[in-house]
Structure formats: structure tokens, C-alpha cells
């Protein structure tokens, strides 16, 4: 049933952590055209990175830093090294199909800026 939301499409993980969530769709939906599994936090991208190597997870996952309030810009999506390489700002920016996220809304304040991430990033 959710193979609509995922299957051919462009997906990205709003505050990945370890990317559990990222790379099951990966695993379950291997027809999907690009996933990218986001967190604002170093560590936890080191961690993400790391879990999608073990589980080698498809050339189309990548691993890229992102704070809420914020959009990814329209760069080539490199996998994310320990240095903790990032794209700069652009003002073009990626859009995404299907957005996913578990586990975020935990602080209330951080509910306006996850909801701007959201809505300028999809399509």
C-alpha cells in the first residue's frame, strides 16, 4: 500500500539519527529514485553513514546535514565523510516526493521549524 509513496520517487528522512527508518525504505522500496537521510547533528550523521554502510544500503542513499527551518541545497549528494563535508546554502533547493520522520516532534518549539523544512522541501 505505501509503495505509491515510494516507488520511483525522490525521499527524504527529516532528524535521521542512526537512519533506521531510511534504510528500511531502502531495503523495502528498491525501486525508489534517491533517498536522503538528514540530521542537523555531526555525530548522529557519522553514526547514519556508518549504519548505511554496514547494511550497504543503494548507491541512491545519501547521508547530508540538515537543521530544520532549513532546505537542502540542489547540489550532487555526496555521501557524508567524518569531516562532516555538507552543501552549501543555494537558493535553489532539492525537492522530495515523500517526506518521512520518527521521532521528531518531541519539542514543541522545534515544531514551527521542522513544518518549513517540510513544506519548502516538497514538491
Known amino acids: 500500500k505505501l509503495e505509491s509513496y515510494f516507488s520511483g520517487k525522490?525521499?527524504?528522512?527529516?532528524?535521521s539519527g542512526t537512519g533506521l527508518?531510511?534504510?528500511a525504505v531502502d531495503k523495502v522500496y528498491p525501486s525508489?529514485?534517491?533517498m536522503v537521510l538528514t540530521d542537523a547533528s555531526d555525530s548522529a550523521l557519522a553514526l547514519c553513514q556508518r549504519n548505511c554502510d554496514n547494511n550497504q544500503v543503494s548507491a541512491?542513499?545519501?547521508?547530508?546535514?540538515?537543521?530544520?527551518?532549513d532546505t537542502l541545497a540542489l547540489c550532487p549528494a555526496t555521501k557524508m565523510e567524518t569531516g562532516g563535508e555538507t552543501c552549501g546554502t543555494s537558493e535553489t533547493t532539492e525537492s522530495f516526493d515523500t517526506i518521512i520522520a520518527t521521532d521528531v516532534l518531541y519539542d514543541i518549539n522545534m515544531w514551527k521549524p521542522i513544518l518549513e523544512t517540510v513544506t519548502r522541501?516538497?514538491?
Open 60 to 69: 541512491k542513499a545519501h547521508v547530508r546535514k540538515l537543521c530544520w527551518g
Open 121 to 123: 522541501s516538497l514538491k
Open 10 to 15: 525522490l525521499v527524504m528522512e527529516l532528524g
Open 32 to 34: 525508489i529514485q534517491s
Open 21 to 23: 527508518a531510511g534504510i
